[in-house]
Every structure is written in structure tokens, then in C-alpha cells.
């Protein structure tokens, strides 16, 4: 990916109504980053609803960060943590090209913005393990495939309440090179760190129960690593350890 200092950001400000192409428009801004910003959009003839992520136009290389994650995306396909991507389409900004990449809309809340609506800022034990389990389930089967996401923070994370659970969606990977087991092993200590936020952060660590100290390990990277060496060893975990004390 392009670093973000060699990216000057400039709105692009598409108002609502705005064409994108002959198929779709603009229903209004999801939100922005150093690469680009996301809206939510409207396909014309089916009334389906879409996010497109607009790429400045000045980065550097421009295409290739589309075309990276476009590939990416659709090798994780089979993952249903992931949003899936439709295709790719360019239009003319004030006499520039520029690239967006369109996929399915996520009617979700960051993760982030959820907390801030909870009491304290801060999710229940046991809720907040919900929140864990499914994070762990969908990297799991995105490291299945031979992947790795890269950046995984509450910023990243869309949840959406369904049933008794929810559903989650990760956004925005990042590019950090060839899969290898280091980054895998970022995963998961950023998943638990995600944990770790959900309950309150360090000013309520003292008071969890011994087996959610022994999930987030102090966020020790040597001490995670050697009881979770795979996000497969956390989703066992997860799914077998004793309630006793929670």
C-alpha cells in the first residue's frame, strides 16, 4: 500500500444524487482514510444498495492499490467476514481519473461507535467474548485460505446485532507483503486487543475473572503466542474453556 504521507487528501464531497456511472448514485458519505473514501450507493435498477471506495487520485501507484485489494477480496470470497466485491469502475473528477472499487453494502456500526453508545464504553464479559468469538471465526477461515488482514482494530470492525449474537465484517486490509505466519500472529494479538478494548481497556483489567486475563495474557506477545500459536488454538479455546467465576 501507499504510505500515508505521500498522500495528499482532498475531499471529493459527492453530494447525494450524484451520478456514479450510468449504474449507480450516490446516497451518502460512509466515511474516509489516507487511501480514499467510501459511500454508500444506490444501484439504479435492482434498489440495491452498495458501498463504493473512491482512491485519490493522486496516489502513487494509483491502480495498483485497487487492483490489490480488489484481488484480495476476492480471493476471500468464501469468508463471510468479509464484504464481497462486485467489480471496479472509473469515472472523471474534475479531469482526472478516478478508480473506485464497489461491494456489498454492511448495515453495521463500527465497533468503535458501538462501544461509545454502551454503558461505561464498555461491552459486558460475556458479550464482549460474543464479540471475540465471531472476530476469531472469521480470521480463522480468512487464514485458512492462506490470508491475513493486517490491520484489524475497532475501526476496522462493522457489528451488527442479530438474534442473540452478532454479525461482523472486517474492512480494510492491509497490504504488508507474502502471507507469513508474523502477520498471521498480528491477527490474532490485534483480535485480542479488540477483547481487550471491549471490556474497558486497562483501567478494568484488574478486575476480570482469571480466565478472560488468561484470553488477553496481559497483551504479552510471547505469552499470547505460546498458549494461542494459531487462531484455530483461540477458537478452541473460546469454545471449550470453564464459566467458573465469570
Not at 457489528?159 to 480494510?172: A, M, T, Y
Request: contains cysteine.
Amino acid at each position: 500500500m501507499v504510505p500515508t504521507k505521500s498522500i495528499k487528501k482532498v475531499s471529493f464531497n459527492f453530494r447525494p444524487g450524484r451520478c456514479i456511472g450510468p449504474q449507480y448514485e450516490v446516497v451518502c458519505l460512509l466515511g474516509s482514510g489516507s487511501e480514499g473514501e467510501v459511500y454508500k450507493i444506490l444501484e439504479r435498477e435492482t434498489g440495491i444498495h452498495r458501498a463504493a471506495k473512491f482512491y485519490y487520485p493522486n496516489m502513487e501507484p494509483h491502480d495498483r492499490a485497487v487492483v490489490w485489494y480488489a484481488q484480495k477480496l476476492n480471493h476471500l470470497r468464501s469468508c463471510p467476514i468479509v464484504l464481497q466485491y462486485h467489480h471496479t469502475q472509473a469515472i472523471q473528477v474534475a479531469r482526472k481519473r478516478v478508480l473506485c472499487l464497489i461491494s456489498d453494502f454492511c448495515e453495521g456500526v463500527q465497533l468503535e461507535q458501538w462501544l461509545l453508545q454502551q454503558k461505561g464504553h464498555r461491552a459486558p464479559p460475556f458479550t464482549a467474548l460474543n464479540i471475540l468469538y465471531r472476530l476469531v471465526q472469521g480470521l480463522e477461515l480468512v487464514h485458512g485460505v492462506g490470508e491475513y488482514h493486517g490491520d484489524v482494530h475497532s475501526q476496522n470492525i462493522l457489528l451488527r446485532p442479530r438474534g442473540v449474537s452478532f454479525e461482523l465484517k472486517l474492512v480494510d486490509f492491509f497490504n504488508w507483503g507474502p502471507p507469513a505466519k508474523h502477520k498471521k500472529q498480528q491477527d490474532i494479538l490485534d483480535a485480542v486487543r479488540v477483547f481487550y478494548e471491549c471490556l474497558g481497556g486497562r483501567r478494568y483489567y484488574r478486575e476480570q475473572a482469571p480466565q478472560i486475563k488468561y484470553i488477553c495474557s496481559a497483551l504479552r506477545r510471547d505469552l499470547l503466542f505460546e498458549r494461542f500459536p494459531t487462531m484455530s488454538a483461540l477458537r478452541v479455546y473460546l469454545e471449550s474453556f470453564e464459566w467458573i467465576s465469570l
